[in-house]
Every structure is written in C-alpha cells, then in structure tokens.
C-alpha cells in the first residue's frame, strides 16, 4: 500500500524518514520553492510517495484552493512507473481533498495528448475540459474530478 508522507515547510519528510536519494531531496527542494511562492498551507502540501521503505514517487496540490478549485499533480520515480502506483497516489490526494474541503473541485493538467497520464485521471472519473494556457507549461488539457469519491478514496 502507497503511503503519503507530506513535505513539511523546510522541505523534509512530516514522519522524519532521511531522505537519501537525490531524486528525492530534489523534490523536497521544489516543493519548498512552491511554498515560497505560493505558501503553506497543510493540507494543501507536497507529499513524497512510500511504499515499504522505498520512495517510489511524489504528489500534492500546487496551492491551497483558489476561487473554490485546487490543482493537484503527480510523478512516480522512474523505477516505479508502470505499476498502478500513479492512480493510487492521485486517489490519495482525491481523498485528503474530498475530506478537507468536499465542495472544492480538483484540477489537474497534463500535455495536450493522450498519455498514461490522461489514463490515469479517466480512471478516476476526471473529465477533460479542454485547452488552456499554463504560464509555465504552455498550451495543455485541464481536467476536473467531476464525480464524488467513491468508497476507498
């Protein structure tokens, strides 16, 4: 089972696990610039994935929701892709968002084609929106959970 184990302020794991990997204080350091830019707000946080001992990924939301809508992303480690473990750290994030704030409508983005990462979010009852302008990614698709969670989120 996937464990969320959110990034606290100063960029270090909230159940005090050493971070070892590079790929991982990597992640650590760019979720504390996002906090710098967008400030801290539990639950509206970065989360590193665990499964086991092993970090496998991370997730979280890239601000606290805004005009009663909040964007989530995601990223599973490259020795982990391919294993389910993407949909399982998106539902995750579904979950803390659905009991933090129910009426809050969750948001992704991902490049405008079909990819793992589209399949992903279909399987979890986003609908894609359409087009639009990301300042930092250009032109992509916005997707929204659009369905209640469903027993297990």
């Known amino acids: 089972m996937v464990k969320l184990i959110e990034i606290l302020k100063d960029g270090k794991p909230s159940d005090g696990s050493p971070v070892k990997e ?9 979720y504390v610039d996002l ?7 539990s639950p509206w946080t970065g989360y590193l994935a665990k499964m086991d001992e092993h970090f496998i990924g991370s997730c979280g939301f890239k601000s606290k929701p805004s005009n009663n809508r909040v964007e ?9 892709e391919g294993k389910g473990l993407a949909t399982e750290m998106t539902r995750r994030l ?3 968002a659905h009991n933090a704030a129910p009426r809050v409508l969750v948001t992704a983005r991902t490049r405008p ?13 986003f609908v894609c929106e359409g087009d639009v ?6 032109l992509v698709w916005e997707w929204a959970a ?5 027993s297990g989120w």
Do not use: M, Q
């Open 133 to 138: 302008f990301d300042p930092d990614d250009g």
């Open 72 to 80: 989530l992303a995601y990223y599973t480690f490259p020795k982990w």
């Open 113 to 125: 084609e079909k990819n793992a990462a589209t399949s992903i979010l279909e399987k979890l009852g």
């Open 94 to 96: 579904l979950e803390i």
């Open 22 to 30: 590079d790929l991982v204080s990597k992640v650590c350091e760019a």
């Open 146 to 150: 659009r369905t209640k969670p469903r």
């Open 35 to 41: 906090y710098d830019r967008h400030g801290f707000s």
